[in-house]
């Protein structure tokens, strides 16, 4: 149980152009889940919190316009890099809670953008 | 924001060696949490301490805590080749409704 799935594994794309990625609890529900970026050999730093229903919350110097994040259902929460550029390549990944106060969070297997 | 750090950042040993990794925080926590990376992948949760508990064991996994130092330490004994992987401790600091903070991590090699 509690597995995350993320959509797609991996995208290349030209410099200007928007991506989407999709990030889904798929045998829980799941009121929050978490963006993370990763750049290659360093850590995994917290992009924004996105609750169902409601706006993300955002972590300094994350821009909110660049980083379009939607969580329309329980399931479901995506990010979209805008109008994305080379320095935005990096690995992303998502993470869910299974509950409500739960400190538990699960990962999905991330996305690898490379922004040509 | 970033407040781990692991020590050390690389780490090579042999194969049934036991290994040991560190790492430090900064504010205070709700809980504490280990992940491994294989690279490339995602993130496969090990273990969690909470802020009130000292040790826990998890198979060969050994983790401890001490939030007067903010620091807490994984052990790995008998260490197999499978447990090659980038390890990073993670911190929650508001009762699961924050995300976490994650370490610089450690990579460990263990060599057959």
């Known amino acids: 149980g509690a597995v995350v799935s993320q959509h797609p594994s991996w995208v290349i794309c030209k410099s200007g152009t928007s991506v989407k990625i999709e990030c889904r609890s798929l045998d829980f529900q799941a009121t929050t889940m978490f963006w993370y970026r990763q750049f290659p050999k360093q850590s995994l730093m917290l992009m924004a919190t996105s609750n169902e229903g409601s706006k993300a919350t955002y972590e300094q110097g994350v821009e909110k316009d660049k980083f379009l994040i939607n969580h329309a259902s329980l399931t479901l929460s995506t990010l979209t890099v805008t109008s994305a550029h080379p320095e935005d390549s990096s690995f992303y990944i998502c993470s869910a809670r299974v509950a409500s106060g739960s400190p538990e969070q699960f990962f999905g297997p991330g996305t690898r953008l490379t922004v040509l | 924001s970033q407040q781990g750090e692991e020590d050390p950042q690389a780490l090579s040993i042999q194969e049934g060696e036991n290994a040991t990794m560190n790492c430090s925080y900064k504010t205070s926590i709700n809980n504490l949490q280990w992940y491994r990376q294989n690279s490339g992948r995602g993130l496969v949760h090990l273990i969690l301490?909470?802020?009130?508990?000292r040790e826990k064991h998890s198979g060969r996994l050994r983790v401890t805590l001490d939030t007067s130092k903010k620091s807490s330490s994984l052990l790995i004994t008998a260490s197999r080749a499978a447990d090659t992987a980038s390890y990073f401790c993670a911190t929650n600091s508001g009762g699961g409704a924050d995300g976490l903070t994650f370490g610089k991590g450690t990579h460990l090699i263990i060599q057959p």
């Open positions: 301490i909470r802020s009130n508990e």
